[in-house]
Structures are given as structure tokens and as C-alpha cells.
């Protein structure tokens, strides 16, 4: 036994399982699922593909095109738009037009209507503004109706939908540089001059189907999960999907999306086939309602403070309470540097950087034996039981939280189809074929997620034109240029929230705040300079993208290890466009107080303001 793992054992205790063995299943699992096509192997939703996306809640409301100018214009009403628009208001700025794709506000909770969709990182961190809004959530993590119906009041606190263009969609952005406008244009016609754009178009918008042999044949009903077609299965996002009691029901994907509403599937449907290609971590999720005692003695500034601890904790930081105490800090708690830290209290020193990362790789094989022995324990055919056992350390896929999932695969209606790691063979008239054999469906429902990794300018729909003609799609053709991922040079005047060269966060609204009061902050003080135009400079752009690349290595072998999936651009690391490629490595700790210093300079350094 080497000497690291004999320090392993003093501080995890006894090792009952053979660590290299478990390696050895990892990659060969990893190995089976890699493809040649990455993520070619997707379709685009377009062309005869495109009633996929359209819009099931909301009937359409024709209205004249608008053709005017407003000061800001913020492409998205989702949280990013919400927050956008909620500190510019609070910071006095009246002119300000979101436009939005949907019937409402609300984004990924305005498509995202499938039964059981609720959120997974504890409410009161995750929806924003609760104490500006005066609100508590219902519950510790909260359903998706409440979620929407929150994003609806955000947008009547701060007066949102004065000016709003719902149903709408960008189709062309051009700078002027004569006039220092931004010309957008949109599918009902408008044409309107904006001086400021903030694209708050979300980083996981855009449906994507897989590219199954057949797709287009099948005769059935069918959907993507983001569009729920509650006219067909019946029901609502609690359940009781009554149009499904006679209908052979089929699922593809078993991702974060899948498994909250396979559980109402399985209740409603006369039966249920869930075709696999790679199982989810499931861990415990104990919901609760929201104890009145607690919310009652919670002291001005809480939220905040909340949103902090919890960012820490699963930032890899120490503190000494946790106050969300939940499925996910309980996993940083040890599978992340507070780990190392608490194994050098136990052995009285520090651990070696070998000593630390076997550590982290002996903890996660615990943890994902327990998230094994689980699946074990709940599901009673022990062959179904063992394909749904996940073979990938914690955080390859995003971690799943859920009490219903597993024990729906003890009804004897729902069926597990595992596709060994190969994904769905082909789609027929009648149904779905796995290993050449059909399974006959009345409806198949895609649970196949999002695009991520394809090109920025793709996923919003239009190209953006900068000064003398130039378009972002070619200037980040080769991996985006930015200045903390918010300003391009060449592009002035314009704000990117969310993952471009910015830091993830399990949170992820935590991150939209920062971004959107940074960028008030920039206008604030361009409106007390009396300029009208802010850009990054070459050098300010060129100095982030060093930043960016000096800690772009980070978690880069971890990934490479990693059963594909949209986290590690499903087994192509290294491409310049991927999920991790766009954050920054040093993490959203750092990346917060590298924007907390930097509004402190005062100065807006490594941009150039003007006008
Ligand atoms: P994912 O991308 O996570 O999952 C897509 C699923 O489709 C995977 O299981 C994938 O398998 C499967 N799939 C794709 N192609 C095929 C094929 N050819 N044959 C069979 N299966 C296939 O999408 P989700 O919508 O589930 O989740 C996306 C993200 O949205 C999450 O990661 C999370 O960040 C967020 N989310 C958050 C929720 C919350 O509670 N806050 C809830 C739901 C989603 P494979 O794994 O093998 O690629």
C-alpha cells in the first residue's frame, strides 16, 4: 500500500472496495459512450423540427410593431432579465424594454412546466430578490408554478412589463457607431434604437433533440420535456396526467429533467418505458414545507447572507455554520478542499498534493458506492437496480436529488429500457428499437436537455454586429474574448450575463446578481461622467483572457475521465466553446471579489468610456 493511501485510512477509515478496480469500470463506462460525433450527435430544433419549440402556454397575441428608442434593452426575461432590470430600476434608470421569446417572464420556469419540475438548490438561496419582494417560499425547495409565479411579481415590483415585448423574438442586433445606438430588429417587425443591450439569454435555452435514426417518422404523439403538452397527457406540473391512463408513454434521457417528471409518468401512464443511456445520481431529497417560526425570525440582510454561506461551502470554502445543510453541501463538505482541511486537523498536518487528490477520489468512490447502494436498497428487481446504479464520479453529471424516482420502477407498469451506454438505436413509426428489439409507444417524450457547447450566436438565434460590420460569431469563433465576461471589445455598449468567461455557480442566480449589479454599476457611473459609450479595450480583453487561460486547466483531467455528457462537451475536452471552457476556473469566490475590487478602483479599468 503506498504511503498516501496508508494517510487515506487513518483519516476515511477502513477502504472495503478496490479503488483501482472501481477506476478501471469508471473509463470503461466513459469509454462505451464516447462517439466520434460529440455533439454533432444533436439536432438542431429548426426547420421541420421547429414545432418542437414552439410555445404551448401562451396563444399569440398579434400587435403593431414598435419602432422607437430606449435607453436599455435586455434581451431575456428569465432571472438574468429579471435581475437586470430590478437594479437598474432600484438604481433610477425608467428606460428599460425586456424582450422576451415567451408569453411571460420567468425563463427556464416559463418552459419549463413538466410535472414535478421544481428547483434543486434550496429556494430560499435561489429565487432572487425575496427581500426586496417580501416573500418566503413555500417549501425548502420550490415547485415550478410558485417559481414562475415569483419571476411574475419580480417583474411587477420593478415595473417590467411597462415597455416589455413578450412573444418576441431578436432577429438582427447592429451597432451604429454614428449615432452610438444599437439597431434590433425582431420577428414582429419593431426596429428600435437602444443605447444599451444586456443579453440575458440564458446559458441552457435552447431544447435539443438527438440525432436517433428516424426521429422524423415516428407517427405518435410527441414533445421535448420543456414544452409539456398538457393538453395531451392531461394534468398538471403536480401530476394526475389523466390523458395518459390508456397510452403506451416513452421517455429518452434520464438527466436532472427526466427524473422529476418520471415519477408522475409512472403514476398516470397506462405504461412507461424509460430508455436509458447513462443513470443519474440519485441522492436524498426531503423536501419541507417552510417552518413560520424560522421565517419569522430571519433579521434584514438574510438572503444575502444565505446565498453567501452556501456559495462558500460549495465553492470549497469553510464556515462554520451551514445554513442550507443539504444534499449539496453535504457533498462539498467532502469531496472538496473543506475535506482536506478537515483531514489535516485529523493527521496534525498538512496533506501532500497526492495525498489531497486521493483523498478527494477515495471520498467520491464512497460516496458514489452509498448513491449505488441506494439504488440497491429501494428498487426491488435487482437487475433494474443495477443498471440504474450510476459508474462516474459525483460531479461528471449534475447530482439529482429525489425520494420518488427510484421507487417508481417497483410499479409494475414502468419499464427501465437500458441502452448500455449506446443511446436509443432507432426511432420507427410505431415506437423506439434498443437492441433490435421495438417497443410500440403512443407517445415519446424527449428528456434530452439543452444545447451547450455549440456557438454563443447559434443558441441566441442572430448574429451581433459590432463596429465596422464585424460579428461576434466570427470574433469568438475560436473561443470567446472578454472582460470578465461581461464587455467584447469591438462591441460597445453591449453586456453579456451569464457563463461567458464568468464563474459557475451551483446557485446559478447567485452569479446573474453579481453580473447585473456590475453592470449598473458601470452605467450608474457612465450616467454621472455624462457618457453615453463604455467598451472594453484590447488590453482589458486580453488581460481576462490570460486570467481565463492561466486557470483553464483546472478540472480539465477530471473531465477528460468523465462519462460524456454537456459538463465536459460530451468527451471533447478542450474545445474552446464547451460549458467549462466559458467559466472561469479560479471559481465564482475569486471571480466575485475580482469584480468587488474592481468596481472599488473606481476607475473601470481596461475599459474606455466616452460620448
Ligand atoms: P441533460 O442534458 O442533463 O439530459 C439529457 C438526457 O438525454 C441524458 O440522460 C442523455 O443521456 C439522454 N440522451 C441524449 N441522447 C440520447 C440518446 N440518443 N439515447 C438515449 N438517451 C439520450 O438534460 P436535462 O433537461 O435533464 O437537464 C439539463 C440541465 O438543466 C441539468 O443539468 C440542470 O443543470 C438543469 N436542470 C435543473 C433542474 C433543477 O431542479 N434546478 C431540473 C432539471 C434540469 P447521457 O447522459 O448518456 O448523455
Not at 453567501?308 to 453535504?330: A, H, K, M, P, R
Not at 454586429?465 to 469591438?490: D, P, Y
Not at 451569464?498 to 447567485?510: E, H, K, R, Y
Request: charged share 25%.
Amino acid at each position: 500500500m503506498s504511503e498516501a493511501m496508508h494517510v487515506i485510512r487513518q483519516v476515511l477509515g477502513e477502504i472495503d472496495f478496490d479503488p483501482q478496480a472501481l477506476k478501471a469500470r469508471y473509463l470503461a463506462e466513459r469509454d462505451r459512450r464516447l462517439r466520434e460525433d460529440a455533439n454533432d450527435q444533436y439536432l438542431e430544433v429548426k426547420g421541420d423540427f421547429s414545432n418542437y419549440i414552439d410555445d404551448p402556454y401562451t396563444p399569440r397575441i398579434e400587435r403593431a410593431p414598435v419602432n422607437d428608442t430606449v435607453e436599455v434593452v435586455i434581451i431575456g426575461g428569465g432571472f438574468g432579465g429579471l435581475l437586470m432590470g430590478g437594479r437598474l430600476r432600484e438604481a433610477g434608470f425608467e428606460s428599460i424594454r425586456v424582450i422576451e421569446q415567451g408569453g411571460d417572464f420567468g425563463g427556464t420556469w416559463y418552459w419549463n412546466r413538466y410535472p414535478g419540475a421544481m428547483c434543486d438548490v434550496e429556494s430560499y438561496c435561489y429565487l432572487p430578490l425575496l427581500e426586496e419582494l417580501n416573500y418566503i417560499p413555500k417549501h425548502k425547495y420550490s415547485y415550478a408554478p410558485e417559481i414562475l409565479e415569483h419571476s411574475r411579481n419580480i417583474a411587477r415590483l420593478y415595473r417590467l412589463y411597462d415597455d416589455a415585448l413578450l412573444q418576441t423574438s431578436v432577429t438582427a442586433m447592429n451597432w451604429n457607431e454614428a449615432s452610438g445606438y444599437w439597431i434590433i430588429e425582431t420577428d414582429r417587425g419593431d426596429k428600435m434604437r437602444a443605447r444599451f443591450v444586456a443579453m440575458a439569454n440564458g446559458p441552457l435555452s435552447r431544447p435539443k433533440l438527438p440525432g436517433i435514426p428516424g426521429i422524423d417518422r415516428f407517427k405518435g404523439h410527441t414533445f421535448h420535456t420543456s414544452r409539456w403538452d398538457y393538453a395531451y397527457t392531461g394534468g398538471d406540473s403536480t401530476g394526475n396526467l389523466h390523458g395518459l391512463k390508456d397510452k403506451r408513454v416513452g421517455i429518452i434521457g434520464t438527466g436532472a429533467t427526466a427524473v422529476q417528471c418520471i415519477p408522475h409518468l409512472g403514476a398516470s401512464a397506462k405504461s412507461l418505458h424509460v430508455f436509458q443511456r447513462t443513470p443519474s445520481s440519485i441522492d436524498v431529497r426531503n423536501n419541507r414545507e417552510t417552518d413560520p417560526e424560522w421565517a419569522a425570525s430571519l433579521e434584514p440582510g438574510w438572503q444575502y447572507r444565505r446565498m453567501e454561506n452556501f456559495n462558500i461551502l460549495v465553492s470549497g470554502g469553510d464556515q462554520e455554520v451551514d445554513l442550507v445543510s443539504d444534499g449539496w453541501t453535504d457533498i462539498f463538505r467532502n469531496l472538496t478542499a473543506i475535506a482536506a482541511k478537515t483531514a489535516s486537523r485529523k493527521i496534525g498536518r498538512r496533506l501532500t498534493g497526492e495525498e489531497r487528490d486521493l483523498l478527494m477520489e477515495i471520498a467520491d468512490y464512497q460516496k458514489m458506492n452509498a448513491v449505488r447502494a441506494r439504488a440497491e436498497s429501494i428498487v426491488q428487481d435487482a437487475a433494474t437496480a443495477e443498471k440504474l446504479k450510476p459508474w462516474y464520479r459525483q460531479f461528471c453529471k449534475r447530482p439529482c436529488f429525489h425520494d420518488d424516482y427510484l421507487p417508481t420502477f417497483n410499479r409494475p407498469n414502468v419499464h427501465l429500457i437500458d441502452t448500455a451506454g449506446k443511446g436509443v438505436e432507432r426511432i420507427t413509426e410505431h415506437g423506439v428499437v434498443v437492441d433490435g428489439q421495438e417497443y410500440a409507444l403512443d407517445c415519446l417524450i424527449f428528456a434530452t436537455g439543452f444545447e451547450v457547447g455549440t456557438g454563443y450566436t447559434r443558441r441566441a438565434g442572430y448574429d451581433i454586429v459590432g463596429r465596422n460590420g464585424r460579428r461576434l460569431s466570427q470574433k469568438w469563433a475560436e473561443g470567446l474574448r472578454t472582460l470578465h465576461g461581461l464587455q467584447t471589445h469591438g462591441f460597445p455598449n453591449c453586456f453579456f450575463l451569464g457563463f461567458t468567461q464568468s464563474a459557475v455557480t451551483v446557485n446559478v442566480p447567485q452569479t446573474l446578481d453579481e453580473q447585473a449589479r456590475h453592470v449598473t454599476y458601470i452605467l450608474n457611473e457612465l450616467r454621472q461622467r455624462g457618457a453615453s459609450k463604455v467598451e472594453a479595450t484590447e488590453e482589458g480583453e486580453a488581460a481576462w483572457v490570460a486570467e481565463m487561460e492561466s486557470k483553464a486547466s483546472m478540472g480539465e483531467q477530471f473531465r477528460q475521465e468523465c462519462t460524456p455528457g454537456y459538463y465536459n462537451n460530451e468527451g471533447r475536452t478542450g474545445n474552446r466553446n464547451s460549458f467549462f471552457a466559458y467559466s472561469y476556473g479560479g471559481g465564482p469566490l475569486r471571480f466575485f471579489d475580482i469584480l468587488r475590487g474592481w468596481r472599488a478602483a473606481g476607475d473601470l479599468p481596461g475599459c474606455e468610456i466616452n460620448g
